[in-house]
């Protein structure tokens, strides 16, 4: 399955870098480029690529205002890719529902495998700001789902709910629960619909805080 990928960043430079880096990958296409969020959200619904790589800082409709109407339309998933880590930024991005957040210096081969992940519908967040996450939730925990929410599940979502609050992918969820990489994916969707999430990362979050992980 070849990958499609739409750039987000209001730096053509820097566009034409990630395209250089994406495209050395035989199984990642870029399909399409934005220089602004609100072209970028316009160029999601018509190109529907499998993952968009949104900057944060872009002028006119910002990054996090841009994941955030992508992903509540289900129209794919977002990684960020941004210059800046700060908590603002990070914690914006992921309650936007982004499935992933890397900082540019990442090497190639690191962005590459993240496109893959967030593809596959895994998350995937920069070793850089992993332990600052988990640190801050512990401190700050997040709403957690009411009860009747968390009862609805069944007892194998229940189950997929408490993976991927270990942060497991869906092909260790599949080995875990014995079942094949599709149907785990569809299970992790079913659990994000009735969470109202709309990334395995807020997910994960809910599931900790919800002491199931």
Do not use: W
């Amino acid at each position: 399955m070849v990958i499609s990928v739409l750039l987000a960043d209001d730096h053509a430079a820097i566009r034409a870098g990630m395209r250089l880096m994406l495209e050395q990958a035989p199984d990642i296409t870029v399909v399409g480029e934005a220089a602004d969020g609100a072209v970028a959200i316009r160029q999601a619904a018509a190109l529907r690529p499998d993952v968009v790589l949104m900057d944060i800082r872009m002028p006119g409709t910002d990054g996090i205002t841009a994941t955030r109407a992508i992903t509540s339309a289900g129209v794919c998933d977002v990684l960020i890719l941004t210059t800046f880590d700060f908590d603002d930024y990070l914690f914006g991005a992921l309650r936007a529902g982004a499935a992933g957040f890397l900082l540019k210096s990442v090497e190639p081969a690191a962005l590459i495998e993240a496109v893959r992940r967030v593809a596959a519908g895994d998350g995937f967040l920069a070793p850089e700001v992993t332990r600052r996450l988990l640190t801050a939730f512990v401190a700050a925990p997040v709403p957690v789902p009411a009860p009747p929410v968390i009862e609805g599940l069944t007892e194998r979502e229940r189950e997929v709910f408490a993976a991927l609050g270990r942060g497991l992918s869906n092909a260790d969820l599949a080995a875990e629960l014995a079942i094949t990489e599709a149907t785990a994916k569809t299970h992790v969707s079913r659990v994000l619909g009735k969470l109202g999430c709309t990334s395995r990362v807020q997910a994960a979050i809910l599931a900790k805080e919800a002491g199931l992980a």
